[in-house]
């Protein structure tokens, strides 16, 4: 049933999310004196605000010898702070009547509080401890470091396809920091001093490096003033953030391999390297993917699991990445069909779409989905703060939630077929086969054969 | 958003909840420092002010709580008897649709799934469109739709909604029921069941069914690959004949659209609906047992056991008592500091989450409390969630949580509030189960009236630690003999079918482990023609989802052995073993076994290994009696020098092996690999299997013998380590 509810999660999520508004979402920016960016939208139609901090720091900021530390502190900063006991972060947060989380990704990590409106102090103040002095102990580090193995374990070693993105970013990537997976080693985590957590977050962890995104029932002014009270007197860190430099060369030949993992059904992975999110190019890459992926009609549905029954999923997505990044296409094999055969009618797709400019009236199918997606993506204040933050933090333009619709409107029917010959290479890729566990696990079973 | 899609795509999540950032099954001990720490904040930080002049030492109080208002729906009935309930939100120009049927629950019977399977086949073809016609026309202009068996959902771009509302009538009203797009879904049903069957909470949730309510009762039957097998055309469509009426119909319409628009949507493409009578179903009534009972389902590869505490209650959607039944159960365990997660995550470290739930039912509502433990410490754990039963029962509730469950159940609601079709669901509800007009509006005002006694109250009344079922899905050797304490244990098997198992001590007089293989022997051909055969070599092939592999196995007496997996000219895997040492190659890279495989390679590399288990240490034991596919088989655990632990399973009435299984410890995790022998055929007058049925996890293959020979002089050049 593991494969199916993946499927059905494929199926019920748009591909496409990150388009921002049309009818204009108005907000307020500033900065405050210690570089601290803020970002307010106010939504009075539901008496609820999302309180959200975004810190430019991810997996690629860190020390290769040390991965992991982006993702351990998302874990690390729920243990309280000087003034918060441990256990407390989440107590407040609920007896309050309001919902948290926090995740972290190869660029930044990022925090929220979704709070009744009277609660929007709780939510500053909350964040401001985070960033000010949060608790970063042995306790805390001990108690975090079985947590987020246990973790792994759930989500990666335990999931069927669960290592996909691990196993194929480190053959996409030679030399970049994207090699590494968010979650990292559990090796280095082991092997770090206290010290270390307590540098990583005295370098990241600064007002300069953070944007704080209100949005929801709040009144201007009176939130800039509470902003003011909890964040001013945070000092400034007044170093140079450390940033990766290193420049991934371009791949020349093409890389394939086989994992063997706990799965039913066999699947291929083909990661394609693409550009940056926000260059032209990646917008035309996106409406490639979705030419392939999006909805029931979409080539790769219709043909290759529709029509076809070759597989019971299949798709292709490209990662938002800051720096140069992979379009991944995933598929898995139906019953009975060999990973050669499904890589196959995969690749005929990508021929198809390489060698016909695709019609008026798909292309045209492809825009109305872009501005459906895009009207419908800012429904709840949570998103708002979190698309506001992320165009502010990667573009410097928190606006483009108004405006990066028509990004996706320049692309051209051309583009998308120059796109597809340009990047869809077999020397631009990484092929993955997927095989279940039982075909290394052989021998092992010949063995119980004869013993009789 | 699109992040957090994509890794859930690739099934890779790499965001974490807040709620699991003190989870981990570190040792007890570490466990329970951890707790104390929580526990105990022998306080380094009442705090000063730290920086500048504000004073950080306590949280901010509140303001004035906000005012919760809740959005108004307008509603109107079509002639044909649909109910339309209208909520205007302008705020983004689209809208959307959602149809439900008020339909009784359907007790299926041996065609089992043919409701739900009818709900997906509306989507796949009607009399004008073909399925691909209707995926075109949905996605040109951006919109969803789906079909299930109890309504159609589809939403768009208000300047679609002419279009889309075309489609949903067209799905809606006139859908073809073509025979290849149910053959499809059979098939993908059919594969999920499949996987199903090995997946502990899918068991559990099959024989919670039937214990509650039996399996003569539409929440009690099995939807099994056979009841999906018989289901076929005429079913889906005398289902959608009988039931997919208007006038049982709620069209809740939300968004940018007002009610004249709606209204004359609604008629245009609903107006031609026919109404018609459908037919109402009542059941008997289900109770709670008379006593606690214990059930157990053996699942013997599990390293957790499943625990589900449950039972029928009699709570009617609607029913005052749901009100304050939910605070109850959010105290006992519906979140992170309830009363279930704090024992036996936070204290005890038993399981990553425990919690309960409390349902409401028009028929008859359900409570149930689960966890996920670890065997050893399944009784233990049984053993707290009782504690915790009884002492929401007992215990009158600390006022302070019962204001921060209140505090929280207030801001869920208010947080669904930004969804405006929460408004619409809340006014069907009303009109749907007679509730109080002001049932939602006066919600929160209710809800902070909750008193302690209220909580008591609930708890004597729906709590039941003493007329529970306590369903363990898990290893059976490991974890029966500790829930006996808790009532009669019956065991049932992944159907809910109760059977008695045969144990060790059942089978003493009857028979000794030295016959079982005595009997075995004989069964393959006797002792003196086995120990005449000096070597082996044996082929099977297997086809892996498409690969074609090619299994070769060649053995010398007494203990040389030699293996290889292969596709066509790819040699995936290798084992090679010369009687005192051997070497492991895996994809070109070889290492030599260590001691431990060593050791086990001089029992597993012998022909019959049976025939020499006593001179090579080989510990034996009759565990029990239990079933291979229909046949009794008696179980025999077989211990090696090594540690190594594997158990045997020899047909009762023929001798021969029927299956063999192991418990695989990898960095995955552990894994119960078995393998089923099928097909005993004779060559040269001994009996040799050709057919395997090889089980790893959920996975499953077939593996059939090609050749088999014997006595041909193998060399011993074959078993040189190179």
Known sequence: ?452 | MKILTIQLLIGLVLFSCATTKTTSRVDDADQKDVAEEVLTPADQSTGQPTTGSLDRSHPPEPGPAPVIQLGTAEAFTMDNGLKVFVVENHKLPRVAFSLVLDLDAIYEGDNAGYISTAGQLLSRGTTTRSKSQIDQEVDFIGASLSTSASGVYGSSLTKHMDRLLELMADVTLNPSFPQEELDKIKTETISGLQANKDDPGAIASNVRGVLRYGKDHPYGELITEETVSRIDIEACKAFYETYFKPNIGYLAIVGDIDKDQAYQLVDKYFGQWEKGDVPEHEYDKTTAPESTRVALVDRPQSVQSTINITYPVELKTGDPDVLKGRVMNTILGGGFSSYLMQNLRETHGYTYGAGSSLSSDRLIGSFNASADVRNEVTDSAVVEFMNELRRIREEPVDEELLQSIKNYITGSFARSLESPSTIANFAINVDRYDLPEDYYSNYLKRIQEVTVSDVMEMAQKYIKPDNAYILVVGKASEVAEGLKQFGPVQYYDIYGEPYTPTTAADLSGEIEVGQVIEKYLEALGGAESLRNIQDIKQVMTTNMQGLDLQITSIRKAPNMSFETVAAGDMEFQKQVFNGTEGVEVVQGQSKPLDDKRIQESLVESRIIPELAYGELGVELTLTGLEKVGDEESYVVEIAQPSGKKSYAYYSKESGLKLKESTTLETPQGSFTQSVEYEDYREVDGVKFPYKAIISMGPQKMEAEVVSIELNTGVTDDVFKLD
């Open chain 1, 1 to 452: 049933m593991k494969v199916l509810s993946l499927m059905l999660v494929a199926c019920f999520l748009p591909l496409v999310t990150l388009f921002g508004q049309s009818p204009d979402i108005d907000f307020v920016e500033y900065e405050l004196d210690n570089g601290l960016h803020v970002i307010l939208h106010q939504d009075n139609s539901t008496p609820i605000v999302a309180v959200s901090i975004m810190y430019h720091v991810g997996s690629k900021n860190e020390d290769p010898q040390r991965t992991g530390f982006a993702h351990f502190f998302e874990h690390l900063l729920f243990e309280g702070s000087e003034n918060i006991d441990r256990g407390q972060f989440d107590k407040l947060v609920t007896s309050a009547g309001g919902a948290m989380n926090a995740n972290t990704w190869y660029d930044r990590t990022y925090y929220y509080e979704v709070l009744p409106s009277n609660q929007l102090a709780l939510g500053l103040y909350l964040e401001s401890e985070r960033l000010l002095h949060a608790k970063i102990d042995s306790i805390g580090i001990e108690t975090q470091r079985e947590v987020v193995k246990e973790e792994r374990r759930l989500r990666v070693d335990n999931t069927p396809y669960g290592s996909v993105l691990e196993e194929t970013m480190k053959r996409s990537y030679q030399v970049h920091p994207y090699r590494w997976p968010v979650i990292g080693s559990m090796d280095h985590l082991n092997a770090a001093k206290d010290q270390e957590f307590m540098e990583f977050y005295k370098t990241f962890y600064v007002p300069e490096n953070a944007v704080l995104s209100l949005a929801g029932d709040l009144d201007i002014e009176e939130a800039k003033a509470l902003v003011e009270k909890y964040f001013a007197e945070i000092p400034r860190g007044g170093h140079e953030i450390p940033k990766p430099t290193v420049v991934e060369p371009p791949q020349t030949a093409e890389i394939r391999d086989v994992v063997y993992d706990n799965i039913q059904l066999p699947a291929v992975i083909q990661s394609y390297h693409v550009p940056a999110q926000g260059t032209e190019d990646f917008y035309a890459v996106s409406m490639l993917a979705q030419l392939l992926s999006q909805g029931e009609s979409s080539r790769l549905s219709k043909s290759v699991k529709d029509e076809q029954q070759k597989a019971l999923f299949v798709g292709a997505f490209p990662l938002d990445l800051e720096d140069p990044g992979v379009t991944i296409a995933f598929g898995i094999a139906n019953t009975g069909v060999s990973p050669e055969e499904l890589e196959a009618a995969m690749d005929a797709e990508y021929e198809k779409v390489k060698s016909e400019l695709i019609s008026e009236e798909e292309f045209q199918k492809l825009r109305n989905q872009i501005e459906n997606d895009f009207i419908s993506a800012n429904s709840r204040v949570a998103g708002i703060a979190e698309s506001l933050a992320n165009y502010h933090m990667y573009y410097g333009d928190a606006n483009l939630i108004n405006t990066e619709i028509e990004r996706y409107l320049d692309v051209t029917r051309e583009d998308i077929q120059r796109v597809a010959n340009k990047y869809f290479t077999r020397e631009n890729r990484v092929v993955l086969y997927y095989l279940p566990k039982s075909a290394q696990q052989q021998p092992e079973t010949t063995d119980i054969e004869n013993e009789r």
